[in-house]
């Protein structure tokens, strides 16, 4: 009989949440590795939303209830994550309609990935393990709190009482994925901000590659999050004065759902404002300053003023944090994928480009799959 156990990666992040699952295939006692899909995808909004009657949703159908409902979400959670402890005295995010903490926030995600696995699955799985910013050094904020939220959402899955709680730095996943030995600089352009670590990669004693972070990583106040908060400013700047006045200041329940939708649309463009140079962002209705359906256009050269300096500060941290050494260069997280910043990062850098032939190492589920590798690794699976 085989190995039947398995173990499960979640990755909370700032923008999304994403989980990997790994197990033995029978067939061949080789480790597989997959992504999780919960409401048919693989990454969830990092949105937690508390109804009235109590449910509490998280990812795809909070991120829909919140265009009704935007006061009653919590959005960029994992920013308040690493300062938090898993105690009584963590900052509440909202208090309506209940009380709630970057701790619940992260549970309840980390809850929907498990809860997907394990409910398909039908068992809990022997590890969880959960990634955290390599930044978080201190044991007791950000990492507590994150095993707290991992424990709660094991308590939610029957029989997953006894699996291990394991964290993993982002970068140490990232280079697990990406293979290889020696070491590299992984860049992650992630929704909260940057960090810019280097790992030592080396063969693992089963075939694999282990990783280890070197103390003193960087991090840079540039992300994807802060980036829709500008481009929004900007759709505004070149919307009627009347509506873009109403949707700032006014505290009313329409303008926050107009200013919520706008923002919403922002964040949804980017993609196509990178591949198509352009996008057109539909201006919210809202009587009596915007009776009709409007668009305003936004197009590349809109984001390079915003942009550019944001990533020399990127590529300067990785240059100090470096001294004169120039490793291949791991660049990932969502604003990777717009045009031209990985190659920029390199030239500005000096170093190489890795994971070029392996786009999978760079991509949105690259970096949990590689945590879901690390932890079959720890759980010894298949040996
Ligand atoms: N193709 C793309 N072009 C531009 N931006 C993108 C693209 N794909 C995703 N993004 C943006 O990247 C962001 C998500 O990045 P990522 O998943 O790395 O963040 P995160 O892991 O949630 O955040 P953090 O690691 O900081 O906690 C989103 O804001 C999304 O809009
Ligand atoms: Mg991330």
């Not at 006692?29 to 909004?45: C, K, M, N």
């Not at 994550?81 to 995600?109: E, F, I, K, M």
């Not at 915007?290 to 390079?304: E, K, S």
Request: hydrophobic fraction near 45%; aromatic fraction near 4%; charge should be negative.
């Amino acid at each position: 009989m085989g190995d039947l156990r398995w173990v499960l990666a979640v990755d909370h992040g700032t923008s999304t949440t994403t989980g990997a699952v790994a197990d033995v295939d029978p067939d061949d006692g080789w480790t597989r590795v997959s992504t999780v899909a919960v409401d048919g995808a693989t990454e969830l909004p990092s949105v937690v939303l508390s109804r009235t009657d109590g449910a509490v949703l998280a990812g795809r159908p909070a991120l829909e209830a919140a265009h009704a409902e935007p006061q009653a979400a919590v959005l960029r959670g994992r920013d308040y994550l690493g300062a938090a402890t898993g105690g009584r005295d963590d900052a509440l995010l909202a208090t309506w309609p209940r009380p709630t903490t970057a701790v619940n926030v992260a549970t309840a995600l980390i809850a929907r990935v498990l809860q997907a696995e394990a409910g398909r699955r039908g068992s809990a799985p022997s590890v969880l393990a959960l990634v955290h910013p390599p930044s978080w050094t201190d044991p007791a904020t950000g990492r507590a709190a994150l095993t707290a939220a991992g424990r709660s959402a094991l308590g939610a899955v029957p029989g997953a009482g006894d699996a291990e709680v394991a964290l993993v730095p982002a970068p140490v996943a990232a280079a697990v994925r990406l293979g290889g030995s020696g070491p590299v600089v992984v860049v992650d352009l992630g929704g909260g901000g940057t960090e810019v670590a280097l790992v030592d990669r080396s063969e693992g004693e089963h075939g694999t590659t282990a990783a280890r972070l070197r103390p003193g990583t960087r991090t840079v106040d540039v992300g994807a999050e802060s980036l829709d908060d500008a481009l929004t400013q900007l759709v505004l700047d070149r919307a009627r004065p009347a509506l873009a006045d109403r949707i700032r200041f006014s505290a009313d329940p329409e303008a926050h759902r107009a200013w919520f939708w706008l923002r919403r649309g922002v964040h949804d463009a980017k993609p196509r404002l990178g591949t198509d140079g352009y996008v057109d962002i539909a201006v919210p209705v809202l009587p009596p300053e915007n009776p009709g359906p409007g668009a305003v256009r936004i197009t590349h050269d809109d984001l390079g003023p915003l942009f550019a300096p944001a990533l020399e500060q990127v590529g300067a941290a990785t240059v100090d944090l470096l001294g004169d050494d120039r490793p291949p260069l791991l660049v990932r997280g969502g604003i990777a994928a717009l045009p031209g910043v990985r190659d920029w990062l390199a030239a500005r850098t000096g170093c190489a480009l890795a994971g070029v032939e392996d786009p999978g190492a760079g991509s949105t589920t690259g970096l949990v799959c590689g945590a879901a590798a690390w932890a079959a690794d720890r759980a010894s699976l298949g040996r």
